[in-house]
């Protein structure tokens, strides 16, 4: 019989928060799902009135960018990335927040 070992990496937990432009409800479920898809976040909340994306991350699992990638990619910008306008164009009237 042969065994195996395996090491188990314990992550800590950390809380962080981007800007992430949105105007409504449905924005909050896509925005929060988008993050959620990304490894190492464990939850989300998005405030619309401040515009921001509170998140719990584990940290050494989270590279930062690909949460901002996360969100242009169903067609919200953050404070460091502009959603591409494709993306954006094809969004519900209603959800567009540009003027």
Request: glycine content about 8%.
């Amino acid at each position: 019989m042969t065994l195996i070992l395996c090491s188990v990496q314990a992550y800590s937990q950390s809380t962080a928060n981007i800007k992430v432009y949105g105007i409504c409800g449905m924005c909050q479920e896509r925005i929060e799902a988008a993050a959620l898809g990304v490894i190492g976040i464990t939850s989300a909340s998005w405030d619309q009135p401040s515009n921001m994306l509170t998140y719990e991350y584990q940290e050494g699992l989270l590279l930062l960018e690909e949460l901002h990638q996360a969100m242009i990619a169903v067609g919200h910008d953050t404070d460091l990335m502009q959603s591409p306008d494709d993306i954006y164009e094809n969004m519900h009237g209603c959800w567009k927040y540009r003027e």
